[in-house]
């Protein structure tokens, strides 16, 4: 299958700093890459969608200025936690779709942040 | 608004075992459900992509079934083992590729 990463897998950062997670597809092109949080024992939950070349659509709730999105490129996608504080603590998933009749949506391994 | 439950939220096996997980979901206007596998503090892997025209999968000792009239799909796991202990999500996509997951059933194989 499909291969996505992301970059780090972990960090730890002091609370008011700001952190970027990068998603890449390693052997296809998504034109749309997804970002997910999961906190402890709980599923997850959708943050907003990554467009390519446009404005990445947050889901109720998310705030824009908090997680900032970026698509540059076909294989990209940046997530930077702004000011980051405790409560954003969290594990952080992307994941993105191949270009193909499936839909089957194929997701990095994780970023786990914790802000102290 | 689409809601996806997981039913148990926690299974505990012998090995050996034939087990199945459940999930249901309120709006039957699917396009896919995909089941997913997620190790502890590690990302999702997929395990099962059923279209919304197809009734089952199969990969290895793994059957997913679907129906999408009565909002349900099963994950069937023959002769489990310890490797398979792992949390299982189920998720749907009513398009778009916006999947909403379940809670997960958290499954414990013993050997």
């Known amino acids: 299958g499909a291969v996505v990463s992301q970059h780090p897998s972990w960090v730890i950062c002091k609370s008011g700093t700001s952190v970027k997670i990068e998603c890449r597809s390693l052997?296809?092109?998504?034109?749309?890459m997804f970002w997910y949080r999961q906190f402890p024992k709980q599923s997850l939950m959708l943050m907003a969608t990554?467009?390519?070349?446009?404005?990445?659509?947050?889901e109720q709730g998310v705030e824009k200025d908090k997680f900032l999105i970026n698509h540059a490129s076909l294989t990209l996608s940046t997530l930077t936690v702004t000011s980051a504080h405790p409560e954003d603590s969290s594990f952080y998933i992307c994941?993105?779709?191949?270009?193909?009749?499936?839909?089957?949506?194929?997701f990095g391994e994780g970023s786990r942040l914790t802000v102290l | 608004k689409q809601e996806v439950t997981q039913i148990p939220a926690a299974l505990s096996v012998p090995e050996g075992e034939n087990l199945v997980l459940n999930c249901s979901f309120t709006?039957?206007?699917?396009?896919?459900l995909q089941w997913f596998r997620q190790d502890p503090g590690k990302g999702l892997t997929s395990l099962l992509l059923?279209?919304?025209?197809?009734r089952e999968q199969t990969s290895g000792r793994l059957n997913a079934s679907l129906d999408k009239s009565s909002g349900r799909s099963t994950l069937y796991i023959a002769a489990s083992q310890p490797g398979d202990s792992a949390t299982y999500l189920c998720?749907?996509?009513?398009?778009?590729?916006?999947?909403?997951f379940g809670q997960g059933t958290e499954l414990s194989v013993k050997p």
């Open positions: 994941s993105a779709r191949e270009a193909s009749n499936t839909g089957e949506l194929f």
């Open positions: 059923i279209q919304s025209s197809q």
């Open positions: 990554s467009n390519e070349g446009s404005k990445a659509t947050y």
């Open positions: 052997d296809f092109q998504a034109t749309t």
């Open positions: 998720a749907v996509d009513n398009q778009g590729g916006k999947l909403i």
């Open positions: 709006d039957s206007a699917i396009y896919n």
